[in-house]
C-alpha cells in the first residue's frame, strides 16, 4: 500500500487547497463578531506558541469546551478555527482553542505535553465540566489527554466527555510516509504515544469520523472505539474536511454529541 496516498486528505478533498483560506476567514469574522467576549492570546506555557483564545458565552458559562487543532502536527495554529466556537458557545458553553509547538522543532510526544499543560491554564479561567474535542491529530492529542496520570487528578474529574474527531489513534503507519522526515516517529514513541495502545479513558469518547473519509482514517476510528468500547459516530457525505463543520452549529450533530 502506498502510505503516502493512504494518508493525503488534500488529494482526496474536492477543491481541498479552498479549505485553509476559507476557514482562516470565517475564524477571523467570528473573532470580530464577538467583540470583548473573544479574549485572544492568553499564555498557557513558555513556549511562544503556548497560547489559548478563549470564547465567552452571553450569561454565566455551563463549563468549557476545548478544541484542539489538526494539521498533522505540523502546521496551522488556533486562529483559523475559531468559528468552530459557534455552537457550543450558542449552547452556553465558553471555549477554549488553543496553539502548540510543531513539529519539526518538537516531537509529538513533546506536543502531547504541552497540551497536558496548557489544559490547567485554559481549565482555570472557566468553572464546571470541561469537554475536549480535537480533529485529526487534534483527535490524537484529545484522546491521549484520557492517559491514566497525563492530567492532574481534579483536572481528569473535571473531564465530562471526549471526542476524538477523525483521529490518528495508531501512529505506526505515518512511520511509512514522507512526512515522517517531519514527524520523525519512531516505533518507540509510535507505542507510547498512539491511543489505541492507552486504557480506555474514564470519561465518556464519541469517536467521530466522516463517512466519506479516507479508508485509512475509517480504519483508525473504528479500531479505536472498538479498542475503548466507545461510539462510533461515521455521518454520511462527510470527508475530513468538512466533518468539523457542524461544531459551528448549535444544533448540529456534532456539537450535540460533544455537549451530551
Known sequence: MDMDAAYSNTDHVPDAAAYPPRWAAAAAA????????????LPCGDHPRARFDLFHPEGAARGLVVFVHGGYWKAFDKSTWSHLAAGPLARGWAVAIPSYPLCPEVRIAEITRAVAAALPAMAARVAGPIRLAGHSAGGHLVARMGAPGLLPADLAARIARIVPISPVADLAPLMQTSMNATLRIDAAEAAAESPLHQPAPEAPVTVWVGGAELPAFRDQAE????????????????????VIAPLAEPEGDLTRALLA
Open 223 to 242: 479500531r479505536l472505539a472498538r479498542a475503548w468500547k466507545a461510539e462510533l459516530r461515521a455521518p454520511e457525505g462527510r470527508h475530513h474536511f468538512d
Open 30 to 41: 467570528f473573532r470580530d463578531g464577538l467583540g470583548a467576549r473573544a479574549e485572544l492570546d
